[in-house]
């Protein structure tokens, strides 16, 4: 009995490194990291290199090192456009994260009314195309606007006073009042998060010392939102440094990077010089990116311990600042919105004020009307299915596998990057990337396998898979954490094969995550337009592109009732996630925490 | 034909994590229907050890041998183990009763059989009639029922525990400490446990490993390691221990004296030079305090600094000076039975003798270099 076979005598021997089988499970993980790294190098990181290479050579094609940059920055004209974009995007960080700092303190820390109308509306503006708000913007502000007449000359008439205003739309005034519309919201919803975690025992240690309301604000309230802000100020430089929609419609003659780009590629077809800006635009978000990175990585250490949640306490001069200014901004949001809703009804804006549909009619202006506006909820509907589906795996099997741990942290790393990449650049880049038949490598011509993807429907999804997907990855990573970790040994332990937990527990777990993810993957598709607008073929016009094109033509009004649409469609996605999500709670309400 | 073999052999398990050296040399064999405990202090690598045999961490070196198969290079999902975590890790979106067949119906089991395995597993951990609930509904105590009975499902024919009642308020901790033990009596089955908890492992297991820093440093069952701990470290991981820093007499084998005291060492066989530094060991309840300084052998005299009341006894805490001038003196605890605190002066300040048995005094030298 205690005899040994040869077999087991042989397996005696002490050996090296232990290697572990490699189960036909684990192929399988294997080949789920494969696929997802796959994507990523196609979606995110291979277009940059023709990118990067058109912007060192000639329009031949011929390597000439930094000469394209050298020839933009001694072009005065073009080095005043960089000049702008920073000055736009410094001043509307400044003003969106600070009016949205107070907009979120207001409502996370004071115990005014009606704060949940004030976050939807704060939120409002995630729903439009940027070109959307600029065009309310037109309709207040511009040549014939309601604020630039005085109300039709209503004021004039009746009053006899002259309180029409000129604020000088277009420019400037135009791109920062817009930008900081679009902004507003994004930096509201990172500020709201860092102002809900605030620890009550701070607060009360910091009334316990005595210490003024006003130093309770510089000494705990401002370092605890610290990485907010941080992250705020990111995402709000990021986009109204790169935005292409808001300067599009009220940029006047005042030139920036986002617009260059646009008309070098459409206007003049220099491929070369739309690189070598590009390059320019990338630059400063790059950079923005690193800090924030760094940042967040030092919140980590921070956010160890478990934190009393903070229960604000009446006070009536407070609560009622708060009230004053909220609605105020409040207003500001639902007037521009309102003003695009009300003139996609007026009949000729501002003669004839009566209401009419005919601006929905769109068979007598350009941009492809209501097929334009199906292909745009398909390519949004798309985008959000194929989306969630390789984001969530993606995250999946980073998050809970053990599967070659260099790759998952190259395809952590390629998920994090894609945030810094302005949808133009994403645009222009897939252009030299899938748009050859053949790429040229050291002089070798070799077959695009990709290049059936151009002018169709699938490259539209995946640029806007692409945009997004950094942060829809945040939000499965985050939701997957939350999940046990050691399920998958448990699973193991029972032998019960990992597709297998995940199918009935993992994705059960987070479909409400799955679901707000889809829903953004929706929204952001819907109203973007700086992707695809390089990248829409003729025959697949799409709704956020016709609104450039109505509105370039003059028809104001027709690019007024498309941005409605989107709206709309938007919203609606918007009720539809909020029934699926309070469907989904009611029946799992027996499992979660009592 | 001598002894059967073990049910699992640990062959010189090394682990590293990039730098840290998480366990060194690890050999270790377990007996068919052994409890088995993994004890030592927080980051010494217990858990390490266990995931290891359990396959779902991978040693760096060593091997591994379970039933006689050589599971080294197996992933967990080949290998036959039920595991039970600290965090219970049920399902939450399944029922008691799906999360314990969950196993099963991946083993296309007929339904019937799975519906009567999941009951008599019910039955066997005392929670009948609450296959229905979430585990959101359950109480700490009765989820790691659920835990366990799950991990039992497949008849695994090792169980493997990490730290399963650490998470518990300590009545409930109690109560599942002897039920668990009395299942693994029952069913036979070879188990390992994880733990930081002396009193847990004293009480459930046959045999404890002590580990320090990610080596083994005493095997040995409950009383052997209480009686005789190997080295310092496992005398004060182990229950409560005094240290009297001590010197070899020369007044004969086995006489030591700390201070002006001397004392005896029975059974002691070491013969180290006179002077040499030693460090003397007793248990706070194995001392005792006389009632006058008779001027026997084997007694301290000692000053009482503070006393407690426990309970059951009440803890003294007293020290000696080993010179009239020592800036630190010599501590000393010692636990006295309540009805027999009558008999003493325990002021504070009072000078009380304590009788340390020849018996109770264990001795360990001391490194080389330790000496101060
Ligand atoms: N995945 C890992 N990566 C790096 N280091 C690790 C990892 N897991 C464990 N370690 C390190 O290995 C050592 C042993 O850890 P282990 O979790 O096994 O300790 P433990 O004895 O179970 O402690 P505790 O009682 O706190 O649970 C520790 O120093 C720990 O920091
Ligand atoms: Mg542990």
Known sequence: ?594 | MGDPPPYLQLQQIHKRFGKTVALENISLDVQAGEFLFLLGPSGCGKTTLLRIIAGLEEPTSGRIVQAGRDVTRLPASHRDFGIVFQSYALFPNLTVADNIAYGLKNQKLPKAQIAARVQELLRLVGLQGLDRRYPAQLSGGQQQRVALARALALSPGLLLLDEPLSALDARVRANLRGEITALQRRLGVTAIMVSHDQEEALTMADRIVVMDHGRIVQIGAPLEIYQHPATPFVADFVGQMNFLPGLVSGEGVGVFRTGPFALRVQGWQNHLPPGSEVMLAVRPEELRIEREHTGLGNVLLTEVRSVEFMGPHYRLLLHYRRHNDEQQPVSLIVHLPRHATMHHDLRVGAAVPVHAPADALRVFRLPPGAAS
């Not at chain 1, 297998?500 to 973007?528: D, G, K």
């Open chain 1, 1 to 594: 009995m205690t005899m040994r076979t040869a077999e087991e005598r042989t397996l005696l021997l002490p050996h090296g490194r232990v290697r572990p089988v490699v189960t036909a499970e684990e192929w399988l993980r294997r080949l789920l990291l494969l696929l997802v790294v796959g994507f990523l190098l196609v979606g995110v990181l291979l277009p940059l290199v023709p990118l990067v290479a058109r912007s060192l050579s000639d329009p031949e094609g011929r390597f000439v090192g930094p000469e394209n940059y050298v020839r933009y920055f001694s072009s005065p004209g073009l080095v005043s456009s960089f000049v702008n974009s920073l000055t736009i995007a410094t001043a509307t960080t400044l003003l969106a994260v600070g009016l949205a700092f107070g907009y979120a303190w207001a409502i996370a820390r004071t115990c005014m009314p009606g704060k949940g109308l004030f976050r939807a509306i704060a939120l409002l503006p995630l729903f439009a195309p940027p070109l959307a708000l600029a065009i309310g913007l037109v309709y207040l502000f511009g040549n014939k606007g309601l604020v630039t007449t005085g109300f039709f000359g209503f004021f004039e008439r009746t009053l006899g006073l002259p309180l029409a205003y000129n604020i000088h739309l277009y420019g400037i005034n135009g791109i920062i009042l817009g930008e900081l519309l679009y902004c507003f919201p994004q930096a509201f919803l990172i500020l709201m998060v860092a102002a809900s975690l605030a620890d009550a025992r701070l607060y009360e240690a910091s009334m316990a010392l005595k210490a003024s309301p006003l130093r309770t604000f510089w000494v705990v309230t401002l370092p605890g939102m610290r990485y907010g802000l941080i992250s705020a100020i990111f995402v709000c430089f990021t986009l109204a440094f790169t935005d292409f929609g808001v300067p599009k419609v009220v940029g006047g003659n005042f030139n920036v990077l986002a617009t260059d780009i646009y008309k070098q590629v459409i206007g003049q077809q220099n491929f070369v010089m739309g690189a070598t800006i590009s390059i320019l635009l990338l630059a400063p978000t790059g950079i923005a990116f690193v800090i924030d990175r760094i940042a967040q990585r030092r919140q980590m250490a921070v956010l160890t311990s478990r934190s009393v949640p903070l229960r604000p306490r009446p006070h009536r001069l407070i609560d009622t600042i708060a009230l004053v200014y909220c609605s105020l901004i409040a207003a500001a949001i639902l007037i521009v919105i309102g003003a695009v809703v009300y003139a996609s009804f007026v009949d000729v804006w501002p003669y004839r004020l009566g209401l009419t549909l005919r601006h929905y009619d769109f068979r007598h202006v350009g941009g492809g009307g209501w097929a334009a506006y199906t292909n745009s909820l398909w390519m949004s509907f798309y985008s959000a299915f194929f989306g969630v589906t390789i984001v969530f795996l993606g995250a999946y099997i980073i998050e809970k596998s053990r599967t070659w741990p260099p790759l998952r942290h190259f395809a952590y790393f390629l998920s994090m990057i894609s945030v810094a990449l302005p949808g133009l650049v994403i645009g222009i880049a897939y252009i030299f990337f899938f748009n050859p038949k053949s790429w040229t490598i050291a002089g070798f011509a070799i077959p695009n396998p990709f290049a059936f993807l151009y002018g169709t429907m699938a490259i539209l999804v995946l640029a806007n898979i692409v945009h997004f997907y950094t942060v829809s990855f945040m939000t499965a990573t985050t939701a997957l954490k939350q999940i046990d970790s050691e399920f998958e040994s448990v699973s193991a332990s029972m032998r019960v094969p990992f597709y297998r937990t995940f199918a009935r527990i993992t994705l059960p777990l987070s479909l409400p995550a799955v679901a707000e993810i889809a829903m953004y993957l929706f929204v952001n598709s819907m109203v973007t337009v700086s992707a695809v607008i390089f990248l829409y073929s003729p025959q697949l016009r799409l709704a956020s592109v016709a609104i450039v094109h109505m509105d370039e033509a003059g028809d104001t009004a027709a690019a007024a009732a498309m941005s409605v649409l989107i709206i709309a469609a938007c919203l609606i996605a918007r009720l539809v996630y909020t029934v699926v999500v309070h469907q989904l709670n009611r029946r799992t309400q027996a499992w979660r925490l009592p």
